[in-house]
C-alpha cells in the first residue's frame, strides 16, 4: 500500500529526518485557520506521481490566493484521483537538489540503496546518475556513506546525508517496507537538509503487524484498500470476485476456481484468437463440508453479474474441485437454465444481489436493459473432473458437460463462433 | 534424493486448521509425522499426533526429526523455521504463504550458514507417488513414474499430471516451490537436483513466470545431464501487469510511468529455448515433447 506524502512526512518525523513545517488541510475554507506564515507551497496529496506538471503544487503569498488555489487543486483530478487532503508546507530555499531511496530487491533478496545528485522533477538527468549499493549484509553506516560518495558528494555532506539514509533504513526496516524515497532532498545554501517530498509504500503482506500505522489517518481510499488486503487474508468460506482483464467485445465468459485455472483458460481461447469478455474467480475454501449452499449462492450471484454482459453466447465454468462441488455446479446451473435467477433467488433477494463488487469491470452494466429477458440466455459449457458427472445429467441444448479442458474451450470456441 | 518414507516429520503449528487437516491426509499418506508443534498447547494431541510446546521437547521422544512441516501464522514463520534450524533440522517445508518479505530474506540467511534446504514460503510440498506425502496436494492425482516435475501452481500441477498419466508417464517427484516473491529453493537449485536424481528421467517445470532466466540458462551451458527439460508457462496471453523485481526497474517505473514496460516474456522463452529447454504452450503439448526429445 502507498502512502501519501503528507502521511510519509509523518513517518519521516518519527526517525528525525528533517521536515518543513506543515498542515494538512481537507476543505479549502479551512485554510483561514493556517498557521504557518506565507508564503506556503500548497500540495495536492494524490498517489500518482508528476502533480506538479499537471497543476497540483500552488505557490500562495497570502490567505485569498490560498483560498482559490486549495478549491483548483481540490477540482483537478491527477490521473483519475481527487485529493482527499491538500498538504501546506512552508517555503524552503534550495540550492541542491538529491534523490534517496531503499526498495526491496526480489531478484538480489536484499535491499538497495539508491541516490543521484540530481533529484527534482527532470527524471532524465537523475536515472543518468542514479548510483546503487547493496546492502547485502546486516546495515551499517558505511554502506549509506557508500552511496554518498557514488554520488559524487564530497565534505560534511558524504556524513549528513548518509545520517538521513540510515534513518530511512531504520523505518524500511521497522515498518515493512517495499520503498522508500525521498525526492528532492534539498539542501541551501548552508548545506543544511530538508526532505521537501518522499515516497512510501509498505509491504501488504506485512499490513497487519504494523498498527501504528493506523496513526497516519488514513485517506477514505486507503482504509478501504487496507481492509481489501486484511480481510483478503482471512480465508472466507466462499468468495468470488472479478479479475482484472476483460474486453467489450468478448462472447464467453470464464468462471475459475483458481487463478491459475483462469490464466490457462484465457490463454487457450487466445491461442485459439477468441479474447473472453472477462473471467471470475469463485473460490473455496479448502475442506469444510456444508459449503454447497453458499457455493450456490455465489454462484448464481455471479450468473446475475453475467446477465448483464452483452453479447455473452457462453459461459465456461472450469472447475477442479471435489465432487460434491462439481455436483452442486451441475445442479445450480440446470436449475438457473429452467427459471432463471429470479424464482431460485426469490427468498434470498436481500442477501444477494445488493452486495457491492469493489472491482467490478466496465463491462458490466449497472442498469440492466429491460430487454434483457428476450436476449437469448447463454449457453454453458462444464468443465468437471470426470468422476464427478452426476449420473443422471440433465443434458440439454443449453448445458455441455466436458472431463477435459482443451474439449471445454473448443466447445465454447464453436458456440461463439456459431450464429 | 533423500525422502522416504521413513523420515521422521514435525508439524510446527499443528493447532491451525489447515495443519490439522492436512495432517492428517499426510498421515493416511504413510507420512511418519512423530510429533506436532503449539506453543501454549503442550502435552495435548491433535488427532492422535502428540503435542509439544518447543522443537527441542520433541527430541526428548525421538532419536531425531529430519523434516518439519512449517504451517505457523505468516508472522509467526521466521521464529518457526529458526527453531528448527536450532534443533538441528536441515529439511523444512514452509506451507505458509504470504509471509512478509524482510522475514523470507532473514530465513535463508540461517537456512545458507546451516546448509538447511527450505521449500517456500508458500510451497504446497512435495509428493513421490505411492512413497512420501509431505504435501498438501491430492497425491493420487499423481502416477508413478520418471518425470520430476517441479510447480508454482497446485492446480497446474493437476492439469500436467492429467496429460502425462494419459500419456503413461508418471511422476518421479512433485515438488511445489511455492508463489511468494521470495523463496528458498528456487528452480535453477531443483534443475540440479532432479539431474542428479537416478529416478527422474525428464524435467518439467510449471509456473506463471521464471524469474532465473540467466541462472538456467548458465545451467543449462554447463550441465553434464541430457534429461529433457520442458517448461511450460501459463498466463502468457492474459493482459496482467508486470511484477517489477530489480531496484532499478522498480524505481524508474515508479518515477516515470511514461517510461514504457518491456514485455520480457518472450525475450525469456527465447533465452530458455536456445539454452535446449523446451517450451510447451499447452499442458497436453508436454507429453509429445518429452517423448520427442526421448527419441532423439
Redesign the interface.
Given at each position: 500500500m502507498e502512502l501519501l506524502e503528507y502521511q510519509a512526512k509523518e513517518l519521516f518525523r518519527m526517525v528525525g529526518i528533517p521536515i518543513l513545517p506543515s498542515q494538512t488541510i481537507k476543505d479549502s475554507r479551512k485554510i483561514k485557520e493556517l498557521q504557518i506564515p506565507y508564503p506556503v507551497v500548497l500540495k495536492s496529496q494524490v498517489r500518482?506521481?508528476g502533480r506538479g506538471k499537471a497543476g497540483g503544487v500552488r505557490f500562495v503569498a497570502n490567505t485569498i490566493d490560498a483560498i482559490a488555489a486549495a478549491r483548483t487543486i481540490f477540482n483537478l483530478s491527477i490521473l483519475g484521483e481527487y485529493p482527499e487532503v491538500i498538504l501546506a508546507e512552508a517555503h524552503y530555499n534550495t540550492e541542491r537538489e538529491f534523490f534517496l531511496?531503499i526498495?526491496?530487491?526480489?531478484?538480489?533478496?536484499?535491499p538497495?540503496l539508491?541516490g543521484s545528485a540530481f533529484g527534482g522533477m527532470n527524471?532524465d538527468s537523475?536515472?543518468t546518475n542514479?548510483q546503487?549499493v547493496v546492502v547485502d549484509e546486516e546495515f551499517s553506516l558505511f554502506y549509506a556513506r557508500r552511496l554518498a560518495a557514488h554520488m559524487g558528494l564530497s565534505g560534511k555532506l558524504i556524513c549528513s546525508v548518509s545520517e538521513i539514509i540510515a534513518k530511512m533504513y531504520r523505518l524500511f526496516?521497522d515498518k515493512?517496507l517495499?520503498?522508500i524515497?525521498i525526492?528532492p532532498l534539498g539542501v541551501n545554501n548552508k548545506g543544511e537538509l530538508m526532505a521537501l517530498d518522499g515516497?512510501i509504500t509498505l509491504?501488504d503482506?506485512?499490513l497487519?503487524?504494523q498498527p501504528v500505522l493506523e496513526a497516519l489517518s488514513f485517506t477514505k481510499q486507503q482504509k478501504q484498500l487496507n481492509d481489501r488486503i486484511l480481510t483478503g487474508?482471512i480465508l472466507e468460506r466462499v468468495r468470488w470476485r472479478w479479475l482484472?482483464?476483460h474486453s467489450r467485445a468478448g462472447k464467453v465468459a470464464i468462471i475459475c476456481n483458481?487463478f491459475?485455472?483462469?490464466?490457462?483458460t484465457?490463454?487457450?481461447f487466445?491461442?485459439n484468437r477468441v479474447t473472453p469478455a472477462g473471467a471470475v474467480l469463485l473460490e473455496t475454501d479448502?475442506?469444510e463440508p456444508d459449503i454447497l449452499e453458499s457455493y450456490r449462492d455465489n454462484l448464481l450471484d455471479v450468473l446475475t453479474q453475467l446477465e448483464t454482459v452483452k453479447g455473452l453466447k457462453t459461459i465456461l465454468i472450469n472447475v477442479?474441485d471435489t465432487q460434491a462441488i462439481g455436483r452442486e455446479i451441475v445442479e445450480t446451473v440446470s436449475s438457473y437454465c429452467q427459471q432463471g435467477t429470479s424464482s431460485i433467488l426469490a427468498s434470498k433477494e436481500e442477501s444477494v444481489s445488493t452486495k457491492v463488487r469493489a472491482n467490478e469491470p466496465d463491462l458490466v452494466n449497472k442498469q440492466k436493459s429491460s430487454d434483457s429477458t428476450t436476449i437469448a440466455r447463454p449457453r454453458f459449457v462444464l468443465r468437471l473432473l470426470a468422476d464427478e458427472h452426476p449420473e443422471a445429467l440433465p443434458m440439454s441444448e443449453t448445458i455441455y458437460l466436458f472431463d477435459g479442458?482443451?474439449a471445454a474451450v473448443q466447445k465454447a470456441i464453436a458456440i461463439v463462433k456459431s450464429n | 534424493m533423500n525422502w522416504t518414507s521413513q523420515d521422521k516429520v514435525i508439524v510446527q503449528g499443528i493447532t491451525e486448521p489447515?495443519a490439522a487437516?492436512y495432517a492428517q491426509q499426510m498421515k493416511a499418506g504413510s507420512t511418519d509425522i512423530v510429533a506436532g508443534v503449539s506453543p501454549g498447547n503442550g502435552g495435548t494431541e491433535v488427532g492422535d499426533i502428540p503435542v509439544f510446546d518447543l522443537v527441542e521437547q520433541v527430541l526428548t521422544q525421538v532419536d531425531k526429526i529430519d523434516i518439519s512441516l512449517i504451517f505457523v501464522d505468516?508472522?509467526q514463520v521466521l521464529d518457526a523455521a529458526r527453531e528448527a534450524i536450532a534443533a538441528g533440522i536441515r529439511h523444512i517445508i514452509i506451507f505458509t504463504p504470504?509471509?512478509?518479505?524482510?522475514d523470507t530474506?532473514e530465513i535463508?540467511k540461517y537456512a545458507k550458514a546451516s546448509d538447511t534446504l527450505i521449500l517456500g514460503p508458500g510451497s504446497h510440498g512435495i509428493v513421490i507417488p505411492q512413497q512420501v506425502c509431505l504435501s498438501?496436494l491430492q497425491s493420487q492425482a499423481y502416477q508413478s513414474g520418471t518425470i520430476g516435475t517441479i510447480t508454482t501452481?497446485?492446480?497446474?500441477s493437476?492439469?500436467v499430471a492429467t496429460e502425462l498419466n494419459q500419456a503413461d508417464l508418471g511422476h518421479s517427484i512433485v515438488v511445489s516451490l511455492g508463489n511468494d516473491?521470495?523463496i528458498g529453493s528456487n528452480l535453477p537449485q531443483w534443475l540440479e537436483i532432479l539431474d542428479r536424481d537416478p529416478d527422474t528421467k525428464a524435467i518439467v517445470s510449471i509456473g506463471?513466470r521464471i524469474?532465473e532466466t540467466e541462472e538456467i540458462v548458465t545451467y543449462c551451458q554447463e550441465r553434464d545431464y541430457d534429461k529433457p527439460i520442458i517448461v511450460y508457462l501459463?498466463?502468457?496471453?492474459?493482459?496482467?501487469?508486470q511484477i517489477f523485481?530489480?531496484?532499478?526497474t522498480?524505481?524508474?517505473n515508479?518515477?516515470?510511468?511514461s517510461i514504457p514496460a518491456v514485455n520480457r516474456d518472450r525475450q525469456t522463452i527465447d533465452r530458455l529455448k536456445k539454452a535446449g529447454i523446451k517450451i510447451a504452450?499447452?499442458?497436453?503439448d508436454i507429453p509429445r515433447l518429452i517423448q520427442k526429445a526421448w527419441s532423439k
Open positions: 500518482s506521481g531511496a526498495v526491496l530487491d526480489y531478484n538480489l533478496q536484499c538497495v539508491l527524471v537523475l536515472l542514479l546503487q526496516r515493512d517495499d520503498l524515497e525526492n515516497k509491504n503482506d506485512a497487519a503487524r487474508k482484472d482483464w483458481s491459475d485455472s483462469a490464466l490457462l484465457w490463454d487457450l487466445k491461442q479448502f475442506s477442479w479442458l482443451e | 489447515q487437516f505468516s508472522y504470504e509471509v512478509p518479505p524482510l530474506i535463508i498438501k501452481s497446485q492446480y497446474l493437476y492439469e516473491r521470495i506463471q524469474t501459463a498466463g502468457l496471453k492474459v493482459p496482467q501487469e523485481r530489480d531496484a532499478q522498480i524505481i524508474t515508479h518515477l516515470s510511468a504452450k499447452k499442458p497436453s
